[in-house]
């Protein structure tokens, strides 16, 4: 089983940056594909983006692509998603998920570790 641990939230003004990475141990997170989910308040978790095992292909959901941007270093256990352009509607808590099965895309009941969490807040 795989424990997965965000950071790199925080505060940003609108147009800024910020890098989220997600620290794997207990397994290689190389067993797994990986995806990044967000949840605003009193709002559903939703699909945010998604790399296969091998970092060979990425998949976006229509409101960040082109901002954001999806990678995975397996030498060093990492997931990362630089976020650019960020806008207030991006605010939210950010998850990281791992899914032991075939490529899981924006399916959230796919992935079966999830992270703790990381809050991003975007100011206008």
């Known amino acids: 089983q795989v424990q997965l641990v965000e950071s790199g939230g925080g505060l940003v003004q609108a147009g800024g940056s910020l890098r989220l990475s997600c620290a794997a141990s207990?397994?290689?997170?190389?067993?797994?594909?990986m995806g990044w989910f967000r949840q605003a308040p009193e709002k559903e978790r939703k699909f945010v983006a998604a790399i296969r095992r091998n970092g060979g292909s990425t998949y976006y959901a229509d409101s960040v692509k082109g901002r954001f941007t999806i990678s995975r270093d397996n030498t060093k256990n990492t997931l990362n998603l630089q976020m650019n352009g960020l806008k207030p509607e991006d605010t939210a808590v950010y998850y990281c998920?791992?899914?032991?099965?075939?490529?899981?895309?924006?399916?959230?009941?796919?992935?079966?570790?999830w992270g703790q969490g990381t809050q991003v807040t975007v100011s206008s």
């Open positions: 207990g397994r290689s997170l190389s067993t797994y594909n």
């Open positions: 998920a791992a899914a032991r099965g075939p490529f899981a895309g924006s399916s959230l009941s796919a992935y079966d570790y």
